[in-house]
């Protein structure tokens, strides 16, 4: 007994020497000293890392002239914002949430990341204990990874970022990484996303929301949460509030008065479907011309007002569905499955693109057919031919100058005079008109005084004309006598902008789809959409003053309505394209018909839409005209403001000139057309105009605007023979 207590109190005394309070204390601070300089280490070796591959990626947003968004693309969805754009109540309430002492502190709780790496190191749970500096450095620079090693790291660059950026680029860089729910990066989307708002439109309450919603965006989405959920949101949305009175950043009283903001119901992203797929890509494409690379496009943030109107695109989005889309079957008739639609609407004055149409929608048919360029424009390229005439001051073969009174010889297949080019074109339904005036030759779309026209001006002068109009040279562009019947390659945007420089009087107008570009580094040069002058404005406006004639009494007459207008109907070679090209003082809009089978060839829209063939004057022209009608309201008073060369020229002829060609058919009233007013004749005697060659084309005869019940469904005046096939009108 006593030697064992007198061992024990060996032992005892031996353990006290050993830990004393001296050196318990001494081998503290070594330790202190140890772990300070293991950190100093781990800092010095420790670098700022680049950005993690997803930090930076953003959204492109694309939105309509009004503001609202279009389409957002990108593998993230996030735009990135200045703090500048964020209301200083929200950045108060992001810091009250998560890091009260965010402007004082060095960018690090030591404690609670110690007690939260700790915690996870033991399995106690993942826990959180971040500054807002940390938390961004976690999103900026790490991952969403939960180790210790991760924690240490954030640690270490949360000190080197706080010492090389300023609070409100640290603030600003948390609050455009961090993740907030219903598939939203950074505040922006999130506003939009919950609020439906810009995040400068952003209230205190909506602040602290989104900053409630951050820590639980599944749990504390108001729309799905349970009771529970709610509860908890509502609980921290107050906790966040109180926060801010405590701060001083809230007036008391105005936090008093606040209710708690419920978001709106989850929507489904903007995304590339319907017609919203095609005007994002013809955007991009501008862009690009613009000098906006397709990497910096595809790097995302990029802002993108567009000039499109929503008014105005969901009227032209109606008026193709129900004029071609509500009477044919896509799914059950493989013949009528081949038609595809495409339209173009201007703003003469401006250039602005404020509606397009490029098809069925974009993710069943990706090809816009708004701005694809492999099929002929056909007769809607005539008045470009009247317009080179006009303004080169062009005359006849035998010294008479060019004017809407002008008498031609409207023979068909009536060889043209004075070119090296053979060229004969075949009028619609081989009909002869005799002696008639370039007005009436607009009217009916006579292909045989279109080629005999083309080759008194020059096929060479009226191709410079027309690409000065704005046509595209390419290829498919020969400078012969063919050109007239619009054999070419065009779209609608380009024909879009032809016309509405012709509305504006010769002065160049290129259509432009994108208002303004922006991006946080950057912003695109936007297009110039008006130009010099590229044709006489009496040359414009004459050739304008012919084409009311089309609408008023011609092969265009279902287009009229309570407006002013202006156009050309025009149908392809085989009937593979049918176009109504017209303007009001106000509008220009192009809408083209185009067959194409599941292959990508092309085929004829014949005994597609209607028995027989798709006429420029019909379809297209009935589109064109439901949706003026809508996109101006139900009509409009304004008037074409016109400086014409004085000419005018009706349908008859005072005293007729022998003619040339084959007699003439007995007329029919056409589908586009009603008998013609100047009968057709069929002398031998030298005709008038001298003829020149290339092929043909039958024109759109002109009605005198009959009634619908009134009209046979025959072929319109919109094609002839080309080059041994069916040519264009």
Not at 327 to 338: C, E
Not at 427 to 434: K, L, P, R, V
Not at 472 to 478: A, P
Not at 484 to 492: D, E, F
Request: glycine share 12%; with cysteine; charged share 20%.
């Amino acid at each position: 007994m006593g030697r064992n207590g007198k061992g024990q109190a060996k032992k005892g005394g031996r353990i006290r020497r050993l830990f004393t309070w001296k050196k318990l204390l001494g081998t503290f601070f070594v330790g202190c000293l140890l772990a300070m300089g293991a950190f100093y280490v781990l800092y010095l070796m420790v670098p700022v890392p680049s950005a993690n591959a997803d930090a930076t990626l953003q959204s492109n947003v694309y939105k309509y002239a009004n503001g609202k968004v279009l389409a957002r693309t990108g593998k993230i969805n996030r735009e990135i914002v200045g703090l500048d754009q964020v209301p200083l109540d929200v950045q108060h309430a992001f810091v009250a949430a998560e890091n009260k002492t965010f402007y004082k502190d060095n960018g690090v709780d030591i404690k609670g990341t110690v007690r939260a790496a700790w915690n996870t190191l033991t399995g106690k749970g993942k826990q959180g204990g971040s500054t807002i500096t940390q938390q961004y450095v976690k999103n900026y620079y790490l991952s969403q990874d939960q180790t210790a090693t991760r924690k240490l790291k954030e640690m270490v660059i949360a000190l080197k970022v706080d010492q090389n950026m300023t609070k409100p680029e640290i603030l600003a860089g948390y609050m455009n990484t961090s993740y907030y729910g219903r598939n939203a990066y950074g505040v922006q989307a999130a506003a939009q996303a919950y609020y439906g708002v810009d995040a400068t439109k952003l209230t205190v309450g909506q602040g602290a929301y989104l900053a409630s919603v951050l820590q639980a965006p599944s749990q504390y989405d108001w729309t799905s949460a349970g009771p529970e959920g709610r509860k908890l949101v509502e609980q921290r949305w107050n906790y966040v509030l109180d926060n801010m009175v405590e701060e001083g950043w809230l007036d008391a009283g105005k936090r008093a008065g606040l209710k708690f903001p419920a978001p709106q119901k989850p929507k489904a992203p903007k995304g590339l479907s319907g017609q919203s797929g095609y005007i994002v890509e013809a955007a991009n494409q501008e862009l690009m011309r613009q000098g906006v690379s397709e990497e910096d496009l595809k790097a995302g943030g990029w802002t993108i007002t567009l000039n499109i109107d929503e008014k105005k695109q969901k009227a032209l989005v109606k008026a193709v569905d129900k004029q071609l889309e509500d009477k044919i079957d896509r799914k059950g008739d493989k013949k009528q499955a081949t038609v595809q639609a495409g339209a173009t609407s201007v703003d003469p004055k401006t250039g602005a693109v404020v509606a397009m149409y490029g098809g069925v929608g974009a993710t069943e048919h990706w090809t816009n057919n708004a701005t694809r360029r492999d099929y002929q424009p056909a007769s809607t390229f005539k008045p470009l031919v009247l317009a080179s005439a006009l303004d080169n001051g062009a005359e006849t073969q035998d010294g008479r100058k060019i004017g809407l009174g002008t008498v031609y010889d409207g023979t068909s297949k009536r060889p043209v005079v004075g070119s090296a080019i053979p060229f004969a074109p075949e009028n619609e339904d081989n009909q002869s008109y005799g002696p008639v005036t370039v007005q009436k030759a607009t009217n009916s779309s006579i292909n045989s005084v279109y080629a005999q026209m083309i080759v008194d001006v020059g096929p060479t002068k009226t191709k410079q004309t027309a690409i000065a109009l704005g046509m595209k040279d390419g290829q498919d562009f020969g400078a012969t006598p063919a050109m007239s019947l619009g054999v070419m390659g065009a779209s609608t945007l380009d024909m879009a902008g032809v016309y509405a420089t012709l509305d504006n009087h010769g002065v160049k107008v290129t259509p432009t789809l994108v208002k303004s570009a922006e991006h946080k580094d950057r912003k695109a040069d936007p297009v110039k959409s008006i130009g010099e002058r590229v044709i006489s404005r009496e040359a414009a406006d004459t050739t304008t003053k012919a084409m009311q004639g089309v609408v008023q009494s011609g092969s265009g007459f279902r287009a009229a309505g309570d407006y002013q207008a202006a156009g050309k109907t025009g149908t392809s070679e085989n009937n593979r394209s049918a176009w109504f090209v017209g303007y009001t003082p106000e509008l220009v809009t192009a809408v083209g018909l185009f067959g194409e089978d599941a292959k990508g060839n092309q085929v004829t829209l014949t005994d597609t839409i209607n028995p027989g063939r798709a006429n420029g004057g019909r379809t297209p022209a009935q589109i064109w005209g439901a949706y003026t009608t809508a996109a101006l309201g139900g009509g409009s008073d304004a008037t074409f403001d016109l400086e014409t060369d004085g000419t005018s020229g009706g349908d008859t002829v005072p005293t007729p000139t022998a003619t040339t060609g084959s007699p003439s058919p007995t007329p029919t009233e056409s589908e586009d057309t009603t008998t013609p007013t100047q009968p057709p004749t069929s002398t031998a005697t030298t005709p008038t105009q001298p003829p020149t060659s290339t092929a043909t084309t039958p024109p759109e005869p002109t009605p005198t605007r009959p009634t619908e019940p009134t009209i046979v469904p025959t072929p319109d005046g919109d094609t002839g023979v080309v080059d041994g096939g069916r040519g264009g009108q």
